[in-house]
């Protein structure tokens, strides 16, 4: 696999890969979008029509209740800890 991440404006990440099949990926994603100051958003879309959106609540400095949705694992929710 060979590939190149750019980051574009509003800290889009643009992510173009090939793999040694010759099976072409290109993905925009963003993670941690200030929604309000607890709360984040994360989003994610690729060629393989694959998608994903999230939420993160901050608790405290170090635990986050999350959520967060993938268009091929379904919906999901859990603890995230942060160190």
Known sequence: MA???YTLPMLV???ARVDGDGKFRFQLSRE???IT???RFNWMINTDKEYMAGFRYIL???ISA???YDSDMGIG???T???
């Open 3 to 5: 590939g190149i991440a």
């Open 13 to 15: 990440i643009a992510d």
């Open 32 to 34: 941690d979008i200030s």
């Open 37 to 39: 100051p607890r709360l």
């Open 60 to 62: 405290t400095k170090y």
């Open 66 to 68: 999350s959520t967060h």
């Open 77 to 79: 929710a859990g603890i």
């Open 81 to 83: 800890l942060t160190y």
